[in-house]
Structures are given as C-alpha cells and as structure tokens.
C-alpha cells in the first residue's frame, strides 16, 4: 500500500504520484457503487503489483469544482494579458467570484509586461484588496515572485486562451510536457491547446493544475442576495445602507453606490457585479 496524488485520468485510467513514482491505476468498482468519481488532485491510497495499481481509498477532499473536475487546490492563480488579447473584466472577476464563494485563496497574476507599460488594470484588483504579481515570460520580470507563490502549494491557473498560461507554466520550470499555443492575429484570442486537466509538479515543490480555458471553468450559482459579500471591496459599505437586504442597484441611499461615486469602487467591478446580480435575479427557484 502507498499514498499520493491522482496527477492525470485519461479513459478510465488515472495516473497517481507516489513517493517513489507514477502508477497506472484503475478505480475499485465499489467507487462507483457509492456514487464516487476520482478525480484528479485527489489524495488516495493505493495497492500497486507488477508496476500497476488500483485505487483503495480516496482520503477527504479539502475543496472540489466540478468543470473541470478537480479537488484540493490550495490556492486559484488568475492569468491575464495585460494586452493582446485585451483583458476581459467580466470574466476576471468570474473567476474571482469561483475563489470568493468557494473560500479558496486567489492571487492575479498580469502578463506580458514587455507589450506595455500600461497596468492600470492591475491597479483595479490591488485596490480592491487582491494580491496582484506582474509577469513577463520573455523578460522573466515576476517570474521568481510568481514561483515563490507557488511554493509547497497545489494551485489551479485559470484564464482565458492566449493569456499565457503556458508559457508561464513552461518559465517556471514545471516537470512534464506543456503545449503551448499561439494568438490568431484574425480572431485575437488564443488557439485551444491544453486538452485534459494535468496536476503537473512544480520544481522545489508544490503541484500545479494545468487547466483548460475558461469555457470548461463552471462559475457558481450563488444566489443573488449573496453576490454582494464576494466583492471584497464593498465589505466596509454593507452595513451602511438606508434599506437593510439593499441589493446596491436601484435603490437609494446606497452606501456601495456613494462608494462607486467617490472613486472607492471601480466602475467595472460594479458593473460586473450589476450584471451577474441580474443574471442571479432572473434565475427561476425550480432552476437553482
């Protein structure tokens, strides 16, 4: 018997990290009696012969998302372009939003430094309270700050394609092999590469999963009364309305709303926050 990590499943198949090496497993039948998957990130025990193994035992997960299944991440890096492709706000603050309501501890991280000067964006986030890294592959500005991030943690990158997520898994000296793709100057986005969720080892320590883009990712129901509290930046305000259950849209006398006008909350964080409360608002109870 042996403990480690599921790395990979492919076809039934998953491929568990020991102390000692990567075993072939396959999952005992009495998992899917019990209505229970494996997946990748999960701590498991193992009975191997013969260099092949078959999984005994899933240990209690920490945390699990769903699309992409995965399980015990420590920590949520989101990956944006400062430029080419533009960032896209709303999808930022999705994923931000995945990290708030699943209580999982998240960190930006803004590449390709060496096309612009230009980071107000990433000033958005940090004046919202989030830890913000600035990175350039081809200049290795971050990267260091970025690993040291990393370290002795099992992190999920999330972003959307031609971020560089990569790239950067490549400069930071991930063990395996990575596909990396290119930008469609047409189209302006990045061709579709990574095909399977991987949990791939970080040198000096640590795991990292390699993700598909933010398509696969599923953003959380959360209902809409509960948006507000996973904006970080709108927590000084929530008690200070005129309306108790103010939702900080329509109504007056709104402490978050005076907040936005007086420059303490960004105009595009209150707007994404509008519309998922609209998107959230509009869902049927029998749809929940």
């Not at 999952?27 to 193994?53: C, L």
């Not at 080419?84 to 999982?104: E, M, Q, S, W």
Request: glycine share 10%; net charge neutral; hydrophobic share 35%.
């Amino acid at each position: 018997m042996a403990d480690g990590v599921i790395v990979k499943g492919i076809g039934g198949f998953y491929y568990v990290q020991t102390q000692e090496a990567v075993v072939e497993c396959k999952a005992r039948g009495v998992f899917r009696k019990e209505g229970q998957t494996p997946v990748v990130g999960d701590r498991v025990r193992i009975a191997e012969k013969n260099g092949k193994g078959s999984i005994e035992e899933i240990y209690p997960r920490k945390n699990m998302l769903i699309r992409p299944a995965v399980s015990n991440i420590d920590q949520l890096v989101v990956t944006v372009a400062l430029t080419d492709p533009a960032p896209n706000l709303f999808l930022v603050d999705c994923f931000l939003l995945l990290g708030a309501y699943t209580d999982i501890d998240t960190v930006l991280c803004f590449n390709k430094m060496d096309l612009t000067q230009d980071v107000s964006v990433a000033e958005i986030y940090k004046a919202a309270g989030y830890e913000t890294i600035l990175t350039s592959v081809q200049t290795g500005e971050g990267v260091d700050a970025l690993k040291a991030r990393l370290q002795n943690k099992t992190s999920a990158f999330a972003g959307n394609s031609g971020v560089g997520k990569s790239s950067i898994l490549n400069a930071l000296g991930i063990s395996g092999e990575m596909e990396t793709g290119s930008i469609s100057d047409k189209i302006k986005r990045g061709r579709h590469t990574t095909r399977h969720v991987e949990l791939l080892q970080l040198a000096g320590g640590g795991f990292v999963f390699d993700t598909p883009g933010f398509s696969s990712f599923e953003t959380p129901q959360i209902p809409a009364e509960e948006l507000a509290g996973c904006f970080r930046e709108f927590a000084p305000y929530l008690d200070g309305c005129r309306f108790r259950g103010c939702a900080h849209v329509h109504e007056p006398d709104c402490a978050v709303k005076q907040a936005l006008a007086d420059g303490k909350i960004s105009e595009s964080r209150y707007q994404s926050y509008c519309t998922l409360y609209e998107e959230r608002k509009a869902v049927k109870a029998w749809q929940k």
